[in-house]
C-alpha cells in the first residue's frame, strides 16, 4: 500500500494544508495541529505530513497524531473512507485498543490491513479481529494470521479455527493444518459446545505459561540446555564439531551407534526428563492442554516444547512438532535419533529433501528401529564403511539391515581387492 495520498484524493483544505511546495513553517503550523480545521480532515493532514519529505515536519506530525485526544479522533476514525490512512493509522495506534475497535469497524479498512495486523497484533486486539466472522469468511489468511500470531488467545484461536473448519474453509498457511484439522473434526461433527468462560481463562492461562516457560531471554528463542555447543565433546571420544564438520563439506569422523545413543540421551534429555525439575513443570502442563492446543504449541513453541511434544502419544501432535516452521536442523538430527519418536514422524524426517542432505540424519535413520526397512535399506549405500560396520552391532535394527550392510561391505572389498 502505496503512502501518502495524491492530492486529487484529498479535500480542498487538506491538499491545501500539506502542498509540497509550502515553506517548511506553514507546514510544521499544520503539522502541530494548531490550524482550525475538523477532526477527520485534522487526522488527513497529520496523515500527509508524517510521510513528508522533510523529516523536522514528519516528526512534528507524528508526535501530534499520537498526542491527540482520544474523543477528537474517535468521530474521524469511524468517519474516514480511504483505506490507506486506516492501514497507517492501525500502525500507530495498534496498543490503544479503544481506537483499534473503530479501524477494525470501519468498512472501509481493507481486509489485507486486518491480516497485517492479526500476525503481530496484541490479545485484546486479536479477539477485536476475531469477533468479525464476515470478513474471516472472506479473507481466511486473517485467521491463519491470528493462529500465527503468538499473542492471539488460545480461546480466540480455538474459536476461530472451529469456524473456519465448520465453514469448510482449508487453511493452508497454517503448517500442520491437516492435523489440527483431525483434531478439530470430531469436536465438530459431534457439535460440541464452547467450554464456559472459566475454563477458557484456565486454558489462556496455561497456554500462556507453557509458552513463556524453557524460552531463554527472547520469546520464541530456544532454551539455553538445547542449544549445541561446539566445545563440548560427547562421551565416546567424538566432538560434536566432528559430527557437524559436514557443513564444511565432509564427515571428518566416524560416528558409532553407541555414540549416537548416548547424545540422543544426553543432548535431547529424553531419557533423563523425569530428573529435571523444570522438564517434570513442563511435562505437566502441556499434559493438561487439549490436542488442538498441543498442536499449536508444537508449531509456535520452542525447541524444548518440541523435544516433549515431537514424542506425543497423540500421532497428530508429534506431526505438529516436526512440521513446525520454527524448527532447526539440529532439532531434526534429534528426532531422527529418537527411538521414542512415532515412525509416522520418521517417515516425514526421510521425505524431506533438506533434511536427507545431511550425513548425520541418513546415519541416525539407519540406525533408528522405527524407520521403515525400505528407506532405511535406500540409505545404506550412503554410508561410509565404519559406520556400516557400527549399524551392524546395533541389535535394535532388523537382521535384513545387518545382512545387507554386511553384503554392501563385501562388495567395496572385493572391488578393492
Not at 89 to 106: C, D, G, P, T, V
Not at 164 to 188: N, S, T, W
Not at 287 to 306: D, E, F, T, Y
Not at 312 to 319: G, H, R, T
Amino acid at each position: 500500500m502505496e503512502h501518502p495520498l495524491s492530492t486529487d484524493r484529498l479535500p480542498g483544505i487538506v491538499a491545501k494544508a500539506t502542498d509540497a511546495r509550502l515553506s517548511s513553517d506553514r507546514k510544521l503550523a499544520v503539522a502541530r495541529g494548531v490550524m482550525p480545521m475538523s477532526s477527520e480532515n485534522l487526522l488527513l493532514s497529520l496523515y500527509q505530513l508524517c510521510h513528508d519529505p522533510d523529516e523536522g515536519v514528519a516528526r512534528v506530525a507524528r508526535d501530534t497524531l499520537q498526542g491527540l485526544p482520544a474523543e477528537m479522533t474517535k468521530g474521524a476514525l469511524a468517519k474516514l473512507d480511504i483505506p490507506e490512512p486506516l492501514d497507517f493509522f492501525a500502525r500507530q495506534f495498534s496498543a490503544q485498543i479503544a481506537r483499534m475497535e473503530l479501524i477494525l469497524l470501519n468498512k472501509a479498512t481493507i481486509d489485507e490491513t486486518v491480516e497485517r495486523l492479526a500476525r503481530s497484533c496484541m490479545k485484546n486486539v486479536a479477539d477485536l479481529i476475531a469477533n468479525n466472522q464476515q470478513r474471516l469468511l472472506r479473507h481466511p489468511a486473517i485467521i491463519e494470521a491470528l493462529y500465527l500470531n503468538k499473542n492471539t488467545r488460545m480461546s480466540t484461536v480455538d474459536r476461530v479455527v472451529t469456524f473456519a473448519i465448520r465453514q469448510g474453509l482449508v487453511l493452508e498457511g497454517i503448517p500442520a493444518f491437516k492435523e489440527l484439522a483431525a483434531a478439530i473434526g470430531a469436536d465438530v461433527k459431534q457439535d460440541r459446545t464452547e467450554p464456559p468462560a472459566a475454563e477458557r481463562r484456565r486454558q489462556d492461562s496455561v497456554y500462556d505459561n507453557l509458552s513463556a516457560m524453557g524460552s531463554g531471554s527472547e520469546e520464541g528463542e530456544d532454551s539455553e540446555p538445547l542449544e549445541f555447543m561446539a566445545d563440548q565433546p560427547i562421551s565416546g571420544g567424538v566432538v560434536i564439531d566432528a559430527i557437524f564438520d559436514e557443513f564444511d563439506g565432509g564427515f571428518s569422523a566416524s560416528v558409532s551407534w553407541d555414540v549416537l545413543s548416548e547424545f540422543d540421551r544426553d543432548i535431547t534429555g529424553q531419557e533423563d526428563v523425569g530428573e529435571d525439575e523444570d522438564n517434570l513443570s513442563l511435562n505437566f502442563q502441556i499434559s493438561s492442554l487439549s490436542v488442538p492446543q498441543k498442536i499449536r504449541l508444537a508449531l509456535l513453541g520452542n525447541a524444548a516444547h518440541r523435544a516433549l511434544l515431537v514424542t506425543d502419544s497423540n500421532k497428530l501432535v508429534a506431526m505438529a512438532a516436526v512440521k513446525s516452521p520454527t524448527c532447526t536442523d539440529q532439532e531434526i538430527m534429534r528426532f531422527a535419533t529418537n527411538r521414542s519418536v512415532p515412525e509416522d514422524v520418521i517417515r516425514y524426517i526421510a521425505s524431506r529433501r533438506e533434511w536427507m542432505r545431511n550425513y548425520f540424519v541418513k546415519v541416525s535413520l539407519v540406525n533408528n528401529p522405527k524407520t521403515p526397512l525400505p528407506t532405511a535399506m535406500s540409505l545404506l549405500t550412503h554410508l561410509r564403511k565404519n559406520d556400516l560396520r557400527s549399524m551392524m552391532r546395533n541389535k535394535n535394527v532388523p537382521t535384513g539391515l545387518t545382512a545387507a550392510a554386511r553384503n554392501i561391505i563385501k562388495r567395496q572389498d572385493q572391488r578393492k581387492g
